[in-house]
């Protein structure tokens, strides 16, 4: 079966600007989380989406957003970039809430 | 926080030797699984263990889970050198439903 499909893979932006990321969970799965992932901070998590709703936020100001459509696939946002915005972003997907699978990531990078 | 704590931070083995590395957590949990990454990449699933478990095996994979002393152990059994990535222990506490904590991860390299 597909695999969790996040896009792009990579993007450059700049300060100010805003970028909104996309990830196809697996077929049936209906949670979707978001992770932020740098190296001085490790993975944060960011949103979990379940059913269309958010279940559960992390610790991120609300430059940080989310949604997930009726199709389990889900979008975040990020507005007015800052350069500590830069990191891997990964997205996960599961059945329930557990036994997550990633994809791959989106690498943002914000000049 | 609620966040795991990997040990060692970095490890470097030789090929076909064994490799352990050790997750500390804060609270009581619900799962903790373990996770791999290679440079740069998304994290594969490696196996999770329930908090009413003690031990679990997956091929070459042992993990053991303490709760009293809240650590958890992943063993690799006769390390190749494909094996080279990072590992990350993930915990959920029981009072935050489905969010999931990593721990700093640990980065191991297995020397051909």
């Known amino acids: ?46 949103f979990e989406y379940f059913s269309e709703t958010q279940r559960n936020k992390g610790n991120f100001p609300g430059r940080f957003s989310g949604r997930q459509f009726s199709n389990s696939r889900s979008e975040m946002n990020v507005s007015t970039l800052e350069l500590g915005d830069s990191a891997l972003y990964l997205c996960a997907s599961s059945p329930q809430g557990s036994g ?11 000049v | 926080s609620q966040q795991g704590e990997e040990d060692p931070q970095a490890l470097s083995i030789q090929e076909g030797e064994n490799a352990t590395m ?15 990454q290679n440079s740069g990449r998304g ?30 152990s992943l063993l690799i059994t006769a390390s190749r050198a494909a094996d080279t990535a990072s ?22 390299t297995v020397i051909p």
Do not use: M
């Open chain 2, 43 to 72: 994290l594969v699933h490696l196996i999770l263990i329930r908090s009413n478990e003690r031990e679990k095996h997956s091929g070459r994979l042992r993990v053991t889970l303490d709760t009293s002393k809240k650590s958890s």
């Open chain 1, 1 to 46: 079966k597909a695999g969790v499909t996040q896009t792009p893979r990579y993007l450059i932006k700049t300060r100010g600007q805003q970028v909104t990321l996309s990830c196809s969970p697996i077929s049936g799965h209906r949670s979707v989380s978001w992770y932020q992932q740098t190296p001085g901070q490790g993975l944060q998590f960011l």
């Open chain 2, 87 to 108: 590992y990350f222990c993930a915990t959920d506490a029981r009072d935050t439903g489905n969010q999931f904590y990593f721990g700093t991860g640990t980065s191991l």
């Open chain 2, 22 to 36: 050790n997750c500390s957590y804060k609270t009581s949990i619900n799962n903790l699984q373990w996770y791999r």
């Open chain 1, 100 to 110: 997550y699978t990633f994809g791959s990531g989106t690498r943002l990078t914000v």
